[in-house]
């Protein structure tokens, strides 16, 4: 029998909706069932493929080849379970799929409204995982109040009822605000918060209090009162100073028990939370630290690149350092001053790495800092995007192709060779090239494909396998007809895709550590099971970092 939690969020957005689903289902696991993790999202775009990076953050990619929201990726990172395309909805996905029934005849001519065709919809969508876990966990994004949530809070109000509620527990996350004024919090919000979410019909058993200090007791003897909730459910969700700290923030304030004890399960509290304690304990008590560099185009968000953060921090948790992020946006290596002045903003770097990205802005600026990485013998990480850059600038500067460029910058034609393309722009005679007046939504290489490692490369040491399968989100690719000439020259193709056909890595064997990569390695790392690419490249900031 599958038991569903659904976790709504009232008062402000950001307040860590996922973060806490994420780590109670890390708690459930504790506790040796299964779980699963569902987000609702209530926006209307169809995916959040399209969406700018600095307004949405990233783009999470499944093995299936789903974009999803970023929250997938806590999700995974806390419990190990690969999402799946269908882990993920929005609102736009639920209305193109009520239209599309509704073109077809499929409701024989009924009126369709938003009760019960769109709210079927999306209880369709949670009813089948049924069967799936024992515990299924459905956070609703954005916060109560807002227009677009109202069909998915009735939806969820529906389902509860029908699924009988010993199957369905609610977790509201609310905000205390400390008011230095008045030298206390408030727990006004949350009140209406409540409020609001008892008028959609939906009781909240438990409150998750987001909190910067102490809620005292006589705070949460007023939120039980007014809120019509046992003193004990209501659980402080103090701030912590790493996020692989709120398990057992979370278990300390009971969290875990209370959910137990809303379901009238037996508590059995034997529970093993080691693997967590280990690593907070290696985040606390690091045994020294690196300096990452990280050449990005989406550097004022750092929800931009969530899970690169993330992967790196897992590498330093397995060597035992603290890693120190310092973003730079790629632009400033191109004013005229550039060559002169990359130094000075490099100057105490033990790694640079350069992420994913689409367009020209900031192209130049990246081959800048490749080129400087290269030169300078600094460990150098190119993902996706980074890979394409540090092609062009080894088939600019090594391999003497003076022109060398993508056709992704090259939309008017002007010419240039192109290294970087799209895969049919030189694939066999006949074969469709993908125009620019497409659709930009779901037309790039997405999801889990595998890649063959040459036998006695850098990058099979550090997998240990010449057979490895990694998550891709891109539309150009490195042109083939480049690798001999790369090679020739000291940069190896020591990964392609298995009919040979697409260059899925370099490296360079005589420095310290340059390797690109074609996919995202950083969407598959998590704590307790680092990349072993994210492993070996803080490995080599390490000794870099012994060196200056």
Same mark, same amino acid.
């Given at each position: 029998?599958?038991r569903y939690?659904?976790?709504?969020?009232?008062?402000?957005?950001?307040?860590?909706?996922?973060?806490?689903?994420?780590?109670?289902?890390?708690?459930l696991?504790a506790?040796?069932y299964?779980?699963?993790?569902?987000?609702?999202?209530?926006?209307?775009?169809?995916?959040?493929?399209?969406m700018?990076?600095t307004?949405?953050?990233?783009?999470?990619?499944?093995?299936?080849?789903?974009?999803?929201?970023?929250?997938?990726?806590?999700?995974?990172?806390?419990?190990?379970?690969?999402?799946?395309?269908?882990?993920?909805?929005?609102?736009g996905?639920?209305?193109?799929?009520?239209?599309?029934?509704?073109?077809?005849?499929?409701y024989?001519?009924?009126?369709?409204?938003?009760?019960?065709?769109i709210?079927?919809?999306?209880?369709?969508?949670?009813?089948?995982?049924?069967?799936?876990?024992?515990?299924?966990?459905?956070?609703?994004?954005?916060?109560?109040?807002?227009?677009?949530?109202?069909?998915?809070?009735?939806?969820?109000?529906?389902?509860?009822?029908?699924v009988?509620?010993?199957r369905?527990v609610?977790?509201?996350?609310?905000?205390?605000?400390?008011?230095?004024?008045?030298?206390?919090?408030?727990?006004k919000?949350?009140?209406?918060?409540?409020?609001e979410?008892?008028?959609?019909?939906?009781f909240?058993?438990?409150?998750?209090?987001?909190?910067?200090?102490?809620?005292?007791?006589?705070?949460?003897?007023?939120?039980a009162?007014?809120?019509?909730?046992?003193?004990k &459910? @209501?659980?402080?969700?103090?701030?912590? %100073? #790493? *996020?692989? +700290?709120?398990?057992?923030?979370?278990?300390?304030e $009971?969290?875990?028990?209370?959910?137990?004890?809303a379901?009238?399960?037996?508590?059995?509290?034997?529970?093993?939370?080691?693997?967590?304690?280990?690593?907070v304990?290696?985040?606390k008590?690091?045994?020294?630290?690196?300096k990452?560099?990280?050449?990005?185009?989406?550097?004022?968000?750092?929800?931009?690149?969530?899970?690169?953060?993330?992967?790196?921090?897992?590498?330093?948790?397995?060597n035992?350092? &603290? @890693?120190?992020?310092?973003?730079?946006e %790629? #632009? *400033?290596f +191109?004013?005229e001053?550039?060559?002169?002045?990359? $130094?000075?903003?490099?100057?105490?770097?033990?790694?640079?790495?350069?992420?994913?990205?689409?367009?020209?802005r900031?192209?130049?600026?990246?081959?800048?800092?490749?080129?400087?990485?290269?030169?300078?013998?600094?460990?150098?990480?190119?993902i996706?995007?980074?890979?394409?850059?540090?092609v062009?600038?080894a088939?600019?500067?090594?391999?003497g192709?003076?022109?060398?460029?993508?056709?992704?910058f090259?939309?008017?034609?002007?010419g240039?060779?192109?290294?970087?393309?799209?895969?049919?722009?030189?694939?066999?005679?006949?074969?469709?090239?993908?125009?620019?007046?497409?659709?930009?939504?779901?037309?790039?290489?997405?999801?889990?494909?595998?890649?063959?490692?040459?036998?006695?490369?850098?990058?099979?040491?550090?997998?240990?396998?010449?057979?490895?399968s990694?998550?891709?989100?891109h539309?150009?690719?490195?042109?083939?007809n480049?690798?001999?000439?790369?090679?020739?020259n000291?940069?190896?193709?020591?990964?392609l895709?298995?009919?040979g056909?697409?260059?899925?890595?370099?490296?360079?064997?005589?420095?310290?550590?340059?390797?690109?990569?074609?996919y995202?390695?950083?969407?598959?790392?998590?704590?307790?099971?680092?990349?072993p690419?994210?492993?070996?490249?803080?490995?080599?900031?390490?000794?870099?970092?012994?060196?200056?």
């Open positions: 029998m599958t939690i659904f976790i709504t969020g009232g008062v402000v957005s950001s307040l860590g909706k996922g973060l806490g689903s994420a780590a109670l289902g890390a708690l696991q506790r040796g299964k779980v699963r993790l569902l987000k609702l999202d209530p926006y209307l775009n169809v995916d959040p493929g399209t700018s990076p307004q949405h953050g990233e783009v999470f990619v499944t093995d299936d080849g789903a974009e999803t929201d970023l929250d997938l990726g806590h999700y995974e990172r806390f419990t190990g379970v690969p999402s799946r395309k269908n882990d993920n909805i929005t609102t996905q639920v209305y193109t799929e009520v239209l599309a029934k509704e073109r077809r005849g499929d024989l001519g009924a009126t369709i409204q938003v009760i019960p065709h709210t079927n919809e999306i209880k369709d969508f949670i009813h089948e995982k049924e069967g799936t876990a024992d515990f299924v966990l459905c956070e609703i994004g954005g916060t109560v109040g807002d227009i677009e949530s109202l069909p998915f809070l009735e939806a969820i109000r529906q389902f509860a009822n029908e009988g509620r010993e369905a609610f977790i509201h996350v609310t905000l205390l605000p400390y008011i230095p004024a008045a030298g206390e919090l408030k727990t919000p949350t009140q209406h918060s409540v409020k979410l008892m008028g959609y019909g939906i909240p058993q438990i409150l998750l209090c987001r909190a910067d200090r102490k809620i005292e007791e006589a705070e949460r003897r007023k939120i009162l007014f809120c019509n909730i046992d003193e &459910k @209501v659980i402080p969700a103090l701030d912590v %100073s #790493s *996020i692989y +700290e709120v398990p057992l923030s979370y278990h300390a $009971g969290l875990d028990h209370q959910v137990m004890d379901f009238g399960i037996k508590d059995i509290a034997n529970l093993d939370l080691s693997i967590w304690e280990e690593i304990t290696r985040i008590e690091p045994e020294g630290h690196v990452i560099a990280v050449i990005g185009k989406y550097t004022e968000l750092a929800d931009s690149y969530k899970s690169l953060n993330e992967a790196l921090q897992h590498g330093g948790i397995a035992f350092v &603290k @890693v120190k992020l310092e973003f730079i %790629s #632009s *400033i +191109e004013a001053d550039a060559p002169e002045s990359i $130094g000075e903003h490099l100057r105490g770097i033990h790694g640079i790495l350069v992420p994913g990205g689409f367009g020209i900031g192209a130049e600026g990246k081959i800048a800092a490749v080129k400087y990485a290269r030169e300078k013998k600094i460990p150098f990480f190119g996706c995007f980074g890979m394409q850059m540090a062009i600038e088939a600019r500067n090594l391999c192709i003076s022109d060398a460029t993508s056709s992704e090259d939309e008017d034609g002007a240039g060779e192109h290294v970087v393309g799209l895969m049919t722009e030189w694939d066999q005679d006949g074969a469709r090239v993908a125009g620019t007046d497409k659709d930009l939504g779901g037309t790039m290489r997405l999801g889990a494909y595998p890649a063959s490692l040459i036998e006695g490369s850098k990058v099979a040491e550090i997998y240990g396998s010449t057979d490895i990694e998550r891709h989100r539309r150009y690719e490195v042109n083939i480049i690798k001999d000439k790369l090679e020739a000291g940069v190896s193709v020591s990964g895709s298995p009919d056909a697409l260059p899925e890595i370099i490296e360079i064997a005589d420095h310290p550590w340059f390797i690109g990569v074609q995202h390695p950083e969407l598959k790392s998590k704590p307790f099971d680092p990349h690419l994210f492993v070996s490249f803080i490995k080599a900031a390490v000794k870099q970092s012994r060196l200056v």
